[in-house]
């Protein structure tokens, strides 16, 4: 059986501080105002691609044994291997230099160190190894092979309110009241199953958001205003839920609330493919396969998506176009982009 780290870790930490600091939390005022003052000007996009240099280039043992003026030093020969990290040079470049001159250690010592100190050992201890084994076993089915790997999970404070994977058994998380120890293990479900879909899969749900008017729409504001999630984020969604159905962690009627207004109701094949694994009695022994099926005898059809999911969920398209209008309204800009089908 894997066994499972959670644990915090100075250089995402510090790495988050400056590259999500336009988004810091203020559920502690003293670590919010350090950012302001700290960063003051600073303007950088978050993304996980920032993070994936680090890992493509160190070990988790190199990683976890980095100093800020370390971690400062190296990161700027990583900036140009990645488009959407190289765009940020100026920013980043003028960013470390502040995060190398800055009293980061301390508050590192004296803020953010308890807290997630706090929340991996809460996270540690709530499950036991029989449950945390029972989900693995899911996820394992998931992707048609034992996960035999230990599993590394970085707590960090200024990541909030992003998970992301940052190696295929690895995944930072925040330790947000977002994020709550009783979604720990279905939040581990969904990270560790992301990279499971096949391109007949994905293909899949590309030719039904070209076919379908209100897929289409909801597909574009979905990566627009909540995420870029790539094509098998709604499948990964559907599925963490369903292995938390089965685990008794969460329940169907809990999830579908969940859903109703889950990243601004843009997730209808999540709710459609939700609904359908909660008929079954285990996890497919092929998702992919179940998924193209899914899609090719019916269950999902374009044309038909719309009706589909408020059937499950009444009124869901309606919020949708609500939250459509809401954002229309703040960033009409935006909108200009969208072509419609």
């Given at each position: 059986?894997?066994?499972?780290f959670?644990?915090?870790?100075?250089?995402?930490?510090?790495?988050?501080?400056?590259?999500?600091?336009?988004?810091?939390?203020?559920?502690?005022?003293?670590?919010?105002?350090?950012?302001?003052?700290?960063?003051?000007?600073?303007?950088?996009?978050?993304?996980?691609?920032?993070f994936?240099?680090?890992?493509?280039?160190?070990?988790?043992?190199?990683?976890?044994?980095?100093s800020?003026?370390?971690?400062?030093?190296?990161?700027?020969?990583?900036?140009?291997?990645?488009?959407?990290?190289?765009?940020?040079?100026?920013?980043?470049?003028?960013?470390?230099?502040?995060?190398?001159?800055?009293?980061?250690?301390?508050?590192?010592h004296?803020?953010?160190?308890?807290?997630?100190?706090?929340?991996?050992?809460?996270?540690?201890s709530?499950?036991?190894?029989?449950m945390?084994?029972?989900?693995l076993?899911?996820?394992?089915?998931?992707?048609?092979?034992k996960?035999?790997?230990?599993?590394?999970?970085?707590?960090?404070?200024?990541?909030?309110?992003?998970?992301?994977?940052?190696?295929?058994?690895?995944?930072?998380?925040?330790?947000?009241?977002?994020?709550p120890?009783?979604?720990?293990?279905?939040?581990?479900?969904?990270?560790?199953?992301?990279?499971?879909?096949?391109?007949?899969?994905?293909?899949?749900?590309?030719n039904?958001?070209?076919?379908d008017?209100?897929?289409?729409?909801?597909?574009?504001?979905?990566?627009?205003?909540?995420?870029?999630?790539?094509?098998?984020?709604?499948?990964?969604q559907?599925?963490?839920?369903?292995?938390?159905?089965?685990?008794?962690?969460?329940?169907?009627?809990?999830?579908?609330?969940?859903?109703?207004?889950?990243?601004?109701?843009?997730?209808?094949?999540?709710?459609?493919?939700?609904?359908?694994?909660?008929?079954l009695?285990?996890?497919?022994?092929?998702?992919?396969?179940?998924?193209?099926?899914?899609?090719?005898?019916?269950?999902?059809?374009?044309?038909?998506?719309?009706?589909?999911?408020?059937?499950?969920?009444?009124?869901?398209?309606?919020?949708?176009m609500?939250?459509?209008n809401?954002?229309?309204?703040?960033?009409?800009?935006?909108?200009?982009?969208?072509?419609?089908?």
């Open positions: 059986m894997s066994k499972l959670c644990k915090p870790c100075l250089a995402f930490e510090a790495l988050a501080s400056l590259v999500f600091c336009n988004y810091c939390r203020d559920d502690v005022p003293e670590i919010k105002e350090w950012v302001e003052r700290t960063y003051q000007g600073i303007k950088i996009g978050p993304s996980n691609s920032f994936n240099p680090l890992v493509a280039h160190h070990s988790f043992d190199e990683i976890e044994s980095l800020v003026e370390q971690l400062a030093e190296i990161y700027p020969s990583y900036i140009h291997e990645i488009p959407y990290v190289q765009q940020y040079e100026v920013e980043l470049l003028k960013g470390l230099q502040i995060l190398r001159d800055s009293d980061f250690m301390e508050l590192w004296n803020e953010l160190l308890p807290i997630l100190t706090s929340q991996c050992n809460e996270a540690s709530s499950f036991s190894d029989e945390i084994e029972s989900v076993s899911d996820i394992s089915r998931v992707h048609r092979k996960l035999d790997e230990d599993i590394y999970i970085y707590f960090t404070y200024f990541t909030h309110p992003a998970s992301f994977n940052i190696a295929p058994n690895s995944y930072i998380t925040n330790s947000g009241t977002d994020n120890i009783g979604n720990f293990l279905p939040l581990l479900a969904h990270e560790l199953c992301h990279g499971f879909s096949n391109k007949e899969a994905k293909m899949a749900y590309r039904a958001c070209e076919k008017k209100y897929l289409h729409q909801a597909d574009w504001f979905f990566d627009e205003f909540c995420a870029h999630p790539g094509n098998e984020e709604q499948f990964v559907a599925i963490e839920h369903a292995i938390a159905v089965k685990n008794g962690l969460q329940t169907y009627d809990g999830v579908m609330k969940h859903f109703s207004d889950y990243y601004k109701c843009s997730v209808p094949i999540a709710i459609i493919l939700s609904s359908e694994l909660n008929k009695k285990e996890i497919p022994a092929d998702m992919n396969e179940w998924i193209c099926r899914s899609f090719a005898d019916g269950t999902i059809k374009a044309g038909e998506i719309e009706a589909k999911v408020n059937s499950i969920i009444p009124g869901y398209t309606d919020s949708f609500g939250k459509w809401e954002e229309e309204q703040k960033n009409p800009e935006r909108f200009l982009s969208y072509k419609p089908i």
